[in-house]
């Protein structure tokens, strides 16, 4: 028998392979709290992974920014997971029709190179940065695959994987520590033109705290920790960025290198 977050899950998957715009959960399925909501979240992926779609290789965080609490109208973060299968490297291509609504955001990504697991005393900035191996410019492709992201609300958002849909990584930096990481510039250029930029400062103060943050948010939520090897996302520092077919797109931050990815039809 099926427990309430699997089918809860089902019918998030359902929605998501049709592309059908997703509206709210029944009542008696609907997360209560951010614990209920990221039980969701576990069984959706492991529904999807067993259906194709690759096995989880990394984390998104969501809503890091004030830019972007503001546009979904939240005043914490949230947490999502990416698949390996949506996964590109330096530049990407992508079709239009695979997605609702397709936009990128510009991030600052980090890859683990040990582990940060569940433990009672909370993770800070300092502690987080000796797990980190790499760091590296990231675009989050995201898709708004909602009848209406602000009346569905934030659990089942985050049930979702928080609008996840892929990533672009950038050339990995090792010898990263000579870098200011809460002082670096992220821009975004669609077509050439130059359309959004942002300081990486605006991501909890410094991205690290970020990283912190999901850190502890694991074990406030039962979750299993973060593995060396995977890779976070670690927030957006503009405001996310709306696609149509034909678009190219390339995000730079500072001391880090670029991305780059084509929408096709």
């Known amino acids: 028998m099926q427990t309430t977050a699997q089918r809860a899950a089902a019918i998030l998957m359902d929605q998501r392979l049709a592309g059908i715009p997703i509206g709210p959960l029944p009542t008696e399925l609907a997360p209560h709290d951010m614990t209920a909501c990221y039980a969701i979240q576990t069984a959706l992926n492991e529904m999807l992974t067993a259906g194709g779609h690759g096995k989880v290789v990394g984390h998104k965080i969501g809503c890091t920014t004030p830019v972007m609490q503001a546009f979904v109208g939240i005043n914490h ?49 300092e502690s987080v940065a000796e797990a980190v191996g790499e760091v590296m410019v990231g675009m989050e492709l995201v898709d708004e695959r909602y009848t209406d992201y602000r009346t569905l609300g934030v659990r089942t958002l985050a049930a979702d994987d928080f609008y996840n849909a892929g990533c672009v990584l950038g050339e990995p930096v090792k010898d990263w520590h000579h870098l200011d990481l809460a002082n670096l510039t992220g821009r975004t250029w669609i077509n050439e033109v ?57 995000i730079d931050v500072s001391g880090l290198g670029s991305a780059s990815l084509n929408v096709d039809e």
């Open 77 to 125: 973060p949230a947490t999502g997971r990416v698949f390996d299968h949506t996964v590109m490297h330096g530049h990407g291509k992508v079709s239009r029709k695979h997605f609702v609504k397709i936009g990128i955001e510009c991030e600052v990504a980090v890859r683990l190179a040990k582990d940060l697991l569940p433990r009672a005393e909370p993770y800070t900035r």
């Open 194 to 250: 130059e359309v959004a930029s942002g300081n990486s400062s605006l991501v909890m103060g410094h991205p690290l705290n970020a990283l912190a943050w999901l850190a502890n948010a694991h074990g406030e939520h039962g979750l299993p920790g973060l593995k060396a090897g995977e890779f976070i996302l670690l927030g957006s520092v503009v405001e996310t960025q709306w696609l149509n077919a034909g678009d190219r797109v390339r």
